[in-house]
């Protein structure tokens, strides 16, 4: 039986075929990896150097010139908080110290221990008129408060234990 990494690394073998294993497409080849694994891990992008015929320097640069991508893992839950003028002014930053406690979190540990949670704070998510927002995997949540972002908090964790 293959492990989840085995599995994983097959996908990225998968992905450099795909791609002719042409270094022109080393962009696409990084985001399918992301999409996968979830952060650009440094062992599979060194191997991407190896398969592609270029220096790990170069997967490296390009892995942390653009924002887009992460090396650090996140967790199954990714938290967004914008932190814009209009959700500042409506307090997020409330919302984001809350967050930190319930979730051990601060700004240089931005995932939780049991990798379930990752916040990340937004420069703006263009929902203004509903402020603050958090966005919890792509879902939008308006019009939040400390209680009304633990209250969802909470209703993921139990979801989680009895999913477990």
Do not use: W
Not at 39 to 67: K, N, Q, R
Not at 131 to 160: C, F, Q, Y
């Amino acid at each position: 039986m293959k492990n989840e990494f085995g599995t994983k690394f097959e996908m990225v073998c998968d992905i450099l075929d795909r791609y002719e294993r042409n270094p022109s497409n080393l962009i696409a080849i990084l985001q399918e990896i992301q999409e996968a694994y979830s952060y650009l891990p440094e062992d599979i992008m060194t191997y991407v150097a190896t398969a592609l015929g270029i220096s790990p320097g170069t997967v490296f640069g390009v892995a942390t010139f653009y924002s887009h991508f992460t090396l650090d893992p996140k967790g199954k839950y990714v938290i967004k908080v914008c932190a814009g003028t209009a959700c500042h002014v409506k307090k997020s930053a409330e919302i984001i110290s809350m967050l930190e406690k319930e979730l051990g979190l601060s700004e240089n540990k931005k995932t939780s221990d049991n990798q379930m949670f990752t916040l990340e704070l937004v420069a703006c998510l263009g929902a203004c008129g509903i402020a603050p927002v958090v966005v919890i995997n792509e879902e939008v949540h308006g019009s939040m408060n400390p209680e009304k972002t633990k209250e969802l908090i909470d209703i993921i964790r139990k979801e989680e234990s009895v999913n477990a």
